[in-house]
């Protein structure tokens, strides 16, 4: 049989890969190297070759999803016609996606995501993410401050500030995917609708906007979300 060839980028995704997968499925702490090993059939010594340790992996893996969350927020970047909070609201509901038409697909990601033993693996690409979102916000909040639209004195403090409180809907969305699990698809869904619209007000407030100015999902994302259960 003839031996494949691979640029070590190839490989190197490929192991990106069959770590998501597994982190996803059993979650980060449950999954040893020796468990990535055996799902990408190679050699102890070539993981190494890329990745000194489990730890570099989550790593890699974070800065991927974290360019992958920045190629999805290019239209907003790029649309010089909106207005500064039309360009905050975009970026809240695009940048997690929280869209209707794709919540089936989000389901079973966010299973496994939100769950509390998979802290390490939310923090660490929250923090990623965050890394490379936290600029734009800023550069958003300077914008607005700018034309009068909102206030936001220090643009990055009041970015981190919006990321920091984002972190609380980890918890509540768990709490709302087991209870839709449970067959309380109506109660789980007015638990994450009330929240998702809470953080909104939260947002609106600290930049002394009008409540209800941002949507932090589009309307029904929660519903379609809870529904779509395994």
């Not at 890329?50 to 649309?79: G, M, N």
């Not at 207005?83 to 929280?98: I, K, M, Y």
Request: glycine fraction near 6%; aromatic fraction near 6%; include cysteine.
């Amino acid at each position: 049989m003839t031996r494949v060839i691979k640029s070590p980028e190839i490989r190197s995704a490929e192991l990106l890969d069959c770590a998501q997968r597994l982190f996803f499925k059993h979650g980060y702490d449950n999954t040893t190297v020796n468990d990535i090993i055996r799902e990408a059939g190679i050699s102890k010594g070539a993981f190494y070759h890329y990745f000194a340790s489990k730890e570099a992996l989550l790593e890699a893996l974070s800065a991927r999803l974290a360019r992958e969350s920045l190629d999805e927020l290019q239209p907003i970047i790029d649309d010089s016609s909106l207005d500064a909070v039309e360009r905050l609201n975009a970026l809240f509901a695009g940048s997690r996606r929280l869209k209707v038409e794709l919540a089936p697909q989000m389901r079973s990601t966010f299973d496994v995501i939100f769950r509390p033993e998979n802290i390490v693996l939310f923090h660490r690409i929250d923090q990623a993410v965050s890394a490379v979102v936290m600029p734009l916000i800023a550069e958003i909040l300077a914008q607005g401050a700018e034309e009068g639209v909102l206030d936001a004195p220090d643009p990055d403090a009041f970015a981190d500030m919006l990321l920091q409180m984002r972190l609380g809907l980890g918890k509540i969305m768990h709490h709302a995917l087991r209870q839709a699990d449970s067959g309380q698809i109506d109660d789980a869904v007015h638990t994450l609708d009330t929240r998702l619209r809470y953080y909104g007000i939260a947002v609106d407030r600290l930049l002394k906007l009008p409540d209800g100015t941002i949507q932090m999902a589009e309307p029904g994302f929660a519903r379609a979300l809870l529904q779509a259960g395994p």
